[in-house]
């Protein structure tokens, strides 16, 4: 591809000079980690207000599925911004490792650069060849991760019917308007203290939940290896192999708030007095 120059002594493209890497390595997508963080905070608020602030006569789908919009929208520009700042990872790399292959700038090679006997990767030119071609799927190029907001406002119509119910392990993927919730229900009883979940931690090797007051007393806050706390699991854990279970957190503060609603509640007879 021929290239124009404004003059005689000039040269559109020369190899990457070293002196020139700082600068290089700035160009980047800005970060907007903090800013994700701060607005999948406030998302976790909003959906802590629906359960609190809720009763079984609120159609709480209807409030989920508002907050559900609003946080696909959120994560699809997320994921746009990840996968830009891929790409331009990946064009930078590319963009070093051709301009490397380049015979270095002297005053013998100046002339060649100048006539163009001798070339160098555009910068621009590379960034168009990769970012003209449209907008790509951000789940095609990106690793997607267990969002475990995502699962929550999932299950949260169906755990404020019955927060032990049984979920599918695909619910993360699953369609929402296709979600089977399995027979049977879930403990919120720790195996180890014997009372309710307040800080759930799971095993990441066999998926047993125990509260972390039972686990810290099982292991003695030695980080040796034991088996399972759970009956009949021949899973040998340490303490380092567990980690918060924000799902069954979530079970259990649904769990509360609906005995807290139905404490407060009038009798059936108060009601008929009224």
């Not at 907007?32 to 159609?59: A, G, M, P």
């Not at 907008?135 to 755990?159: I, R």
Request: glycine fraction near 4%; proline fraction near 5%.
């Amino acid at each position: 591809m021929p290239r124009t120059r404004a003059d005689n002594n000039t040269t559109e493209c020369l190899p990457l000079h070293p002196q020139a890497l700082r600068y290089f390595h700035d160009i980047e997508v800005k970060d907007i980690s903090t800013s994700v963080t701060s607005v999948e905070k406030e998302f976790q608020e909003t959906l802590d207000q629906i359960i609190d602030s809720s009763n079984r006569s609120v159609d709480i789908d209807k409030l989920v599925a508002d907050l559900g919009d609003s946080y696909r929208e959120f994560t699809k520009q997320k994921e746009k911004s990840e996968t830009l700042s891929q790409k331009l990872t990946d064009l930078k790399r590319e963009y070093k490792e051709e301009s490397a292959k380049c015979e270095k700038v002297t005053f013998d090679t100046w002339k060649k650069y100048q006539s163009g006997e001798l070339t160098a990767p555009n910068l621009l030119e590379l960034y168009h060849e990769r970012f003209a071609k449209g907008e790509e799927d951000p789940v095609a190029t990106t690793t997607k991760k267990k969002s475990n907001f995502n699962v929550m406002l999932k299950l949260l119509p169906h755990l404020w019917k019955d927060p032990t119910a049984i979920i599918p392990d695909d619910i993360d993927t699953a369609d929402t308007d296709d979600l089977q919730i399995n027979g049977g229900n879930i403990e919120l009883i720790c195996p180890i203290t014997v009372r309710e979940f307040e800080h759930p931690m799971i095993s990441k090797q066999c998926g047993h939940v125990f509260d972390k007051v039972g686990l810290t007393s099982y292991f003695g806050g030695r980080n040796e290896s034991k088996n399972c706390p759970q009956g009949a699991c021949s899973k040998m854990l340490m303490l380092k192999d567990f980690e918060p279970d924000p799902i069954m957190a979530f079970r259990c503060k649904i769990a509360r708030v609906l005995r807290e609603r139905k404490d407060t509640e009038p009798a059936g007879d108060e009601l008929d007095v009224l």
